[in-house]
């Protein structure tokens, strides 16, 4: 039982260049989401899905896009990559929508 | 609006102290829930407590402690007999339900040092 695992763990991009960001949890949970933490602001809510197939944006959104295919993964896209993006990105999973969100280890990204 | 404020932006302190980490919430919800995560130097969010607003009871878990007051907004973490594998970021979240998902909102975290 790995929880939530996410892909890469650090990554370094050119400005422009697109990447998808990996989230998978084998815990059966329904809820996913996707935060980025930067220095100083605590984590930050960019997208979420309450379910496999459904997506809903989160308080910081703009320059993202997400999926949800699978019940177990959650993707981040960056499609046209910007310095301000560079900051480290959390998954989490929560089995209802009142349960505890439990995170991955990170995923640093760093945009040049 | 939801807010969650942590003063404390670094505190150190010496191995065996006790050390209290304040967390104030501000919502208009009456139905929401309050938690505790740690963030080791290895960099991963570690879930510590988890408090809903109709329980007032305060939590204690081996050297942890937690203390929330409804009536202040706030919702208090103390360590005693510190130790240095306590070294980390902490951070105070709030959460809320808003078109069915609970989304968190987290202080800006306190950096604690434990100094052998």
């Known amino acids: 039982n790995a929880g939530v695992t996410q892909t890469p763990k650090f990554r370094v991009l050119k400005t422009g260049q697109s990447m998808t960001l990996l989230c998978a949890q084998d815990?059966?949970?329904?809820?996913m989401y996707w935060y980025r933490q930067d220095p100083g602001m605590g984590l930050r809510l960019i997208h979420y899905?309450?379910?496999?197939?459904?997506?809903a944006k989160g308080e910081v959104p703009d320059g993202y896009n997400v999926s949800r295919l699978k019940k177990q993964n959650f993707l981040l896209g960056l499609e046209s990559a910007a310095p301000s993006q560079t900051s480290v990105y959390f998954c989490?999973?929560?089995?209802?929508?009142?349960?505890?969100?439990?995170f991955g280890p990170g995923t640093r990204l760093l945009v040049l | 609006a939801q807010k969650v404020t942590q003063a404390q932006t670094e505190i150190s302190v010496v191995e065996k102290e006790d050390v209290t980490l304040d967390c104030v919430y501000e919502?208009?919800?009456?139905?929401?829930?309050l938690f505790w995560y740690k963030q080791p130097p290895s960099g991963e969010l570690v879930f510590l407590i988890r408090r809903n607003s109709f329980d007032e009871q305060n939590e204690i878990s081996g050297r942890y402690s937690w203390n929330f007051q409804k009536s202040t907004s706030s919702f208090n973490f103390t360590i005693t007999a510190s130790q240095v594998v306590d070294s980390a970021v902490y951070f105070c979240a709030l959460s809320r339900i808003i078109q069915g998902a609970q989304k968190l909102v987290f202080g800006q975290g306190t950096r604690l040092t434990i100094n052998p």
């Open positions: 989490a999973s929560a089995p209802g929508v009142q349960e505890t969100q439990y």
């Open positions: 815990m059966n949970h329904e809820y």
């Open positions: 899905s309450v379910g496999e197939g459904t997506t």
């Open positions: 919502t208009r919800d009456t139905t929401y829930y």
